[in-house]
C-alpha cells in the first residue's frame, strides 16, 4: 500500500471515530452502560480520582489493539494497521481534550482562547448541565452545534424565535 492510501486510512478512521464516539455515548453511555457513565455526570458522589466512566477508555482500546495486531500479523490486513493508529489517534485527542482540558483532571494546560475550544467547552458544558441518563443534548466532541459558537444568552434567544415560529404555523 501506499504512503498516501495508509495517511488516508488514518484521517478518515480519526474522523470515523468521532461519529463512533457520538454513537456510543449517546445509545451505549447514556443506554444500557448508563451506570458506567453515570458518575461522570455526578462528580460529586465520585469518590477518589477514578470513574466507574474510565472503564470505556478500556473499551475502546480493545478495538484498535486488534486492529495493531491483525494488521501487523496477518498478510492481507495490513491496512487494520492504520484503522488501529487512526483510532489511537482519536483516543488521544479525546484524552487531551475531554480528560486534561475540559475536565482538568490533570493540569497540564488551562484555558485556551479561541472560539472553537470555547464552542467545546460551552457543548460539554450543556451536556453535562443535566445529571440523569435522557434529556442531554452534545453527545460530540470534536463536532459541535453552531449555537455554541456563541454566548449562552443568545442560545434562549434563537430557542424562543424557534417555539414562536412553530407556534405560528
Not at 478500556?58 to 489493539?65: D, E, G, I, N, W
Not at 482562547?113 to 464552542?119: C, E, I, L, R, T
Request: proline share 1%; glycine share 6%.
Amino acid at each position: 500500500m501506499s504512503i498516501l492510501l495508509n495517511l488516508l486510512i488514518v484521517i478518515g478512521t480519526v474522523v470515523a471515530m468521532e461519529f463512533v464516539a457520538w454513537f456510543a455515548h449517546k445509545f451505549i453511555m447514556h443506554g444500557f452502560l448508563w451506570k458506567w457513565h453515570e458518575d461522570h455526570h455526578q462528580p460529586h458522589l465520585k469518590d477518589g480520582f477514578w470513574e466507574k466512566n474510565d472503564r470505556f477508555f478500556l473499551v475502546f482500546a480493545v478495538p484498535s489493539a486488534f486492529c495493531y495486531m491483525a494488521g501487523s500479523l496477518w498478510a492481507g490486513w495490513g491496512a487494520l494497521l492504520y484503522v488501529g493508529i487512526g483510532i489511537s489517534i482519536y483516543g488521544l485527542i479525546y484524552f487531551l481534550i475531554h480528560d486534561v482540558y475540559i475536565h482538568q483532571r490533570f493540569s497540564w494546560f488551562r484555558q485556551l482562547d479561541s472560539k472553537y475550544s470555547k464552542a467545546i467547552l460551552r457543548a460539554h458544558g450543556a451536556h453535562h448541565a443535566v445529571q440523569t441518563k435522557e434529556d442531554c443534548e452534545s453527545f460530540g466532541l470534536l463536532v459541535v452545534n453552531s449555537k455554541f459558537f456563541k454566548s449562552r444568552k443568545h442560545w434562549k434567544v434563537e430557542s424562543n424565535n424557534k417555539i414562536y415560529k412553530q407556534k405560528k404555523s
